[in-house]
């Protein structure tokens, strides 16, 4: 999103809790404000709705974890590391959780701690990818076949070389093949194991582009 779209979405949000009874307010309500709040320079005020939400939530451990990335990129380094860990303690398999408080341990100097969390960080990753590739054949063929079967036709025209009694006459015959369709980006996205290996580089680099 642009930074005017940013703009426009925080003030529909601010229309929308001030029309709002206190008694409806969700936590996610307060997570999405946080977030365009963030991203229009109000690091502050987004922390505050995080915090809204964490109260309103005290046992969901995505609560901490987001409001810890938010205080990691906000440079608060302490108070990240304890939303982690927080994170952490509510839901041990949460893989970012890890491999973010890694980052941080790392970045002060407990090198040993870091390393235990991005050990921890890989065999987690390394379970889902487990479970994603025991499913990841059904769902591939479903929704091949489902994608297929609505799939249009390019029709196209192509010269051949009719050789029937020793004549060399061409002809055009007609030829109906599939066009491009969702399937073959769903099947990169599903099966491009070098694009996984990028994704969890990103991940691992702190949601930044490293070479």
């Known amino acids: ?35 365009c709040k963030f991203h229009t320079g109000a690091t502050a005020e987004a922390i505050e709705d995080l915090n809204r939400a964490a109260i309103l939530q005290p046992d969901y451990s995505y609560r901490f974890a987001s409001r810890g990335w938010m ?49 921890v960080a890989d065999e987690l990753q390394e379970i889902l ?22 799939a249009p036709m390019a029709v196209h025209e192509q010269e051949v070389i009719d050789g ?3 004549a060399q006459t061409q002809k055009k ?8 369709s969702l399937w073959g980006e769903m099947t990169s996205v599903f099966t491009d194991r070098e694009s996984r290996k990028l994704w969890w580089k990103f991940i691992r680099n702190g949601f930044t582009l490293k070479d």
């Open 129 to 150: 990818n487990q479970t994603d590739r025991s499913t990841e054949i059904d769902a591939q063929d479903e929704i091949k076949d489902e994608v297929e079967a609505e």
């Open 71 to 119: 205080k990691q990129a906000a440079g608060d380094t302490d108070a990240a590391i304890e939303d982690y860990k927080l994170a952490i303690e509510l839901d041990p398999e949460d893989t970012i959780a890890h491999n973010n408080l890694g980052l941080l341990e790392e970045a002060k100097g407990y090198k040993a701690q870091a390393q235990e969390r991005f050990k």
């Open 1 to 35: 999103m642009e930074q005017r779209e940013w703009n426009a979405a925080l003030i529909d949000w601010n229309i929308w809790f001030s029309s709002t009874d206190k008694d409806q307010l969700d936590p996610n309500a307060f997570h999405d404000r946080a977030i």
């Open 164 to 166: 029937e009694a020793g």
């Open 173 to 180: 015959v007609t030829v109906s093949t599939p066009k491009n």
